[in-house]
Nanobody
Framework: QVQLIESGGGLVQAGGSLRLSCAAS????????MGWFRQAPGKEREFVGF????????YYADSVKGRFTISRDNAKNAVYLQMNGLKPEDTAVYYC???????????????????WGQGTQVTVSS
């Protein structure tokens, strides 16, 4: 079992950048495929991006493609979400998640993730 803790959220102006971290404990993140999701007020949680445990293969939602980058540092047991060119519509609580269903093609579905962090708030002002 792994415990996930997100950090790095905050208030930023439109066009700015933030780097979110997802620190793992209990087990190494190298054992999991990892995803990032977000939930804006009054909306359902949505997929942001994903990184496989091997080769650093990544996938992104169309809404963040070209602006957000996911990376992992297995030595530090962490996964990161670099967010550039932030927009007010990026305002949400951001969650990292881990799945044991490695190599699944359903990486954008919440249901495949076994472990979730508590979330970190990102607010983008216009």
């Amino acid at each position: 079992q792994v415990q996930l803790i997100e950090s790095g959220g905050g208030l930023v102006q439109a066009g700015g950048s933030l780097r979110l971290s997802c620190a793992a404990s209990g087990r190494t993140v190298s054992s999991y495929d990892m995803g990032w999701f977000r939930q804006a007020p009054g909306k359902e949680r949505e997929f942001v991006g994903f990184i496989r445990l091997t080769a650093g293969v990544t996938y992104y939602a169309d809404s963040v493609k070209g602006r957000f980058t996911i990376s992992r540092d297995n030595a530090k047991n962490a996964v990161y979400l670099q967010m550039n060119g932030l927009k007010p519509e990026d305002t949400a609580v951001y969650y990292c998640a881990a799945t044991t269903s490695i190599y699944s093609r359903a990486y954008s579905r919440e249901s495949i993730y076994d472990y979730w962090g508590q979330g970190t708030q990102v607010t983008v002002s216009s």
